[in-house]
């Protein structure tokens, strides 16, 4: 090491072989391992390492990816990759937004959030009903990691009226993409992550730490 050098610095050229995904939600994991493909880090779950959800007290996504990413890495040793993301709506001005997962109820329950989403949009007309899904990925190398990499994407559509497809979690069913003119749940996977707010913060991620992912 050179005498500028400092211990460390070169944290995040070092190839990462196996990451930690700090979240409990199947749909993100299924899509983010296909993402980085058979080539790439393999992502395990949180939930492999019996790691709980943490509290998400962020006012951001940001501050929500960090502190996810944290928690996952300081419980398995890992390096870890945090998403945080969520449906903005217009005419709601920008809800459900960081409260996307539990904006029905229960946490994760998508039949009561599509349901709640779609009274609070009743008498919208089609042209107001606006939306964009947003994905904040943060990848820590270690829990005290000085330089997180923080990658952000979204996806630009509308909200149906009523759900359709099967595919994807969440809100997909009522989310449409007016390029392909169906619903996200409606688009094969792979299409969906080659379009979706995820897709895009992945690709970021990669284009930034190409030595690593
Ligand atoms: O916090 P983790 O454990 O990662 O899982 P979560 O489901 O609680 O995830 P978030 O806190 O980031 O909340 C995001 C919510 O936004 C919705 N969402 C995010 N990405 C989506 C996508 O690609 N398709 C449909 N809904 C999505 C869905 O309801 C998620 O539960
Ligand atoms: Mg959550």
Redesign the pocket.
């Known amino acids: 090491m050179g005498s500028g050098e400092v211990p460390g610095a070169n944290l995040h050229s070092d190839p990462i072989s196996e990451l930690v995904l700090?979240?409990?939600?199947a749909?993100?994991l299924a899509?983010l391992r296909q993402l980085l493909g058979d080539g790439g880090a393999s992502l395990r779950a949180q939930s492999e390492f019996g790691v709980v959800?943490v509290e998400?007290t962020g006012l951001t996504?940001v501050e929500?990816a960090l502190l996810?990413a944290r928690h996952a890495a300081r419980a398995t040793g890992l390096p870890a990759l945090?998403?945080?993301?969520?449906?903005c709506v217009d005419a709601l001005g920008g809800a459900?937004g960081l409260h996307?997962?539990r904006?029905g109820g229960g946490?994760?329950d998508?039949m009561r959030?599509i349901a709640r989403l779609l009274r609070e949009l009743d008498g919208v007309p089609e042209a107001a009903r606006t939306a964009r899904?947003h994905?904040v990925l943060v990848l820590l190398r270690t829990p005290d990691d000085p330089q997180p990499v923080i990658a952000e994407g979204s996806w630009h559509g509308r909200i149906l009226a009523a759900p359709r497809g099967a595919h994807?979690?969440?809100?997909?069913p009522v989310?449409l993409d007016p390029e392909n003119a169906c619903s996200?749940a409606e688009l094969e996977p792979a299409i969906?992550n080659a379009i979706?707010?995820?897709g895009r913060a992945l690709a970021v991620l990669k284009q930034r730490l190409p030595e690593i992912l």
Not at 22 to 25: I, Q, R, T
């Open positions: 700090a979240s409990g939600n749909g993100k899509e959800d998400e996504f929500n996810k945090g998403d945080d993301s969520g449906l459900p996307s997962a904006y946490h994760g998508a959030n899904f994905c994807g979690f969440g809100y997909d989310f996200a969906k979706s707010h995820r």
